[in-house]
């Protein structure tokens, strides 16, 4: 699977945008991008997943550049409770395991 | 949405005991069901992918005869730490692929913290 850099912090006040960016420049064709977080002492939440078009579900927004080599998840409007661990993980549809890099450690703020 | 549920939470044992752990999918069938383990302040390590009906699949270093998998049925996986010592102390999380839909997500249990005394 390709391998994806994140950063490893990033804050964030409440109530304002959060934008967590994910390179994937060895990305192919057929991978898309998933985006789970783990809160702290829980399994992973799934948030959302693309391929080439940006995508919009209850949760957040995911932007995928035209090369498909970054992306961004945006959180709207942080709340305390966003606090938590961002992967970004890219892979084959038809792969069934994800397999977990360091991920961004996001800190919303009051 | 699909509920994975994972139980115990929370188990304390002594060294030398077994522990087991299980990993149902509420409202959906899981051919595979996978196992994580995660030590403090580090990401998910894949161990093993459960296949039901069939051996499960372990990842390089992941010793078969100490984390033994059981999937013998399509809502439930166990994981069994056979002679477990303080090494295996750790955050065990399984998760679960919902066959029935087409965009292939993974859910997760809420994790069972391992402390081998």
């Known amino acids: 699977d390709a391998k994806t850099t994140q950063p490893p912090s990033m804050d964030c006040a409440e109530g304002r945008a959060a934008n967590l960016p994910c390179n994937h420049s060895t990305i192919s064709g057929n991978e898309y991008v998933y985006w789970y977080r783990q809160i702290h002492s829980q399994g992973p939440q799934y948030i959302i997943h693309?391929?080439?078009n940006n995508e919009t579900n209850e949760m957040a927004s995911l932007i995928i550049t035209e090369d498909r080599k970054s992306s961004t998840l945006i959180l709207p409007h942080a709340t305390l409770r966003d606090t938590a661990v961002y992967y970004c993980?890219?892979?084959?549809?038809?792969?069934?395991?994800?397999?977990f890099g360091a991920g961004t450690i996001l800190r919303v703020k009051s | 949405g699909a509920v994975v549920s994972q139980h115990p939470s929370r188990v304390i044992c002594k060294s030398g005991t077994s522990v087991k752990i299980e990993c149902r999918s509420l409202?959906?069938?899981?051919?595979?069901m996978f196992w994580y383990r995660q030590f403090p302040k580090q990401s998910l390590m894949l161990m093993a992918t459960s296949n039901e009906g069939s051996k499960a699949t372990y990842e390089q270093g992941v010793e078969k005869d100490k984390f033994l998998i059981n999937h013998a049925s399509l809502t439930l996986s166990t994981l069994t730490v056979t002679s477990a010592h303080p090494e295996d102390s750790s955050f065990y999380i399984c998760s679960a692929r919902d066959g029935r839909t087409t965009n292939e997500k993974l859910f997760f249990g809420s994790g069972t913290q391992l402390s081998v005394l």
């Open positions: 693309g391929l080439k």
């Open positions: 409202d959906f069938q899981a051919t595979t």
């Open positions: 993980i890219v892979r084959p549809l038809t792969r069934n395991k994800l397999v």
